[in-house]
């Protein structure tokens, strides 16, 4: 097992689920108790409230996105990041551009690594 990855070279999951709403694309590997997610997401996006019992960190790469974390609101944009605690709600809306956002977990997100396994990707232990 490499310690060393390439974003481009992991599927990028496109078909909208249930951890994946319509308009957003995943890129995603498991690396041991962690889990990263580089998403994007079309302009306009308007993604519903949820939680998960996992930690979240989000890092905007490109765009500007609206992100509520239990009620606090904020329009990130590149270079700033945000934590969400396990188990408090929150939601994004991206802005008038398309936004690229790298969100890690810890513990990894269960749900998640299934639709990982599915595509034959994300898992390295």
């Not at 590997?29 to 889990?35: A, F, K, N, Q, S």
């Not at 580089?38 to 306009?44: D, E, I, S, Y």
């Not at 991206?94 to 396994?117: H, N, Q």
Request: aromatic share 4%; with cysteine.
């Amino acid at each position: 097992m490499s310690h060393f990855h390439r974003w481009n070279e992991i599927i990028e999951d496109d078909e909208p689920g249930p951890t994946l709403p319509a308009g957003m694309t995943r890129r995603g590997i498991v690396l041991g108790d962690l889990m990263l997610g580089l998403h994007g997401a079309v302009a306009g996006l308007k993604a519903l409230p949820h939680s998960h019992p996992n930690d979240q960190v989000c890092i905007m790469i490109k765009g500007r996105m609206l992100m509520e974390i239990d009620g606090e609101t904020r329009i990130m944009g590149p270079g700033e990041f945000a934590y969400v605690p396990r188990n408090v709600e929150h939601r994004i809306q991206t802005m008038d551009e398309d936004a690229v956002v790298l969100d890690v977990f810890s513990p990894a997100r269960e749900d998640i690594a299934r639709r990982l396994a599915e595509l034959g990707t994300g898992k390295t232990e």
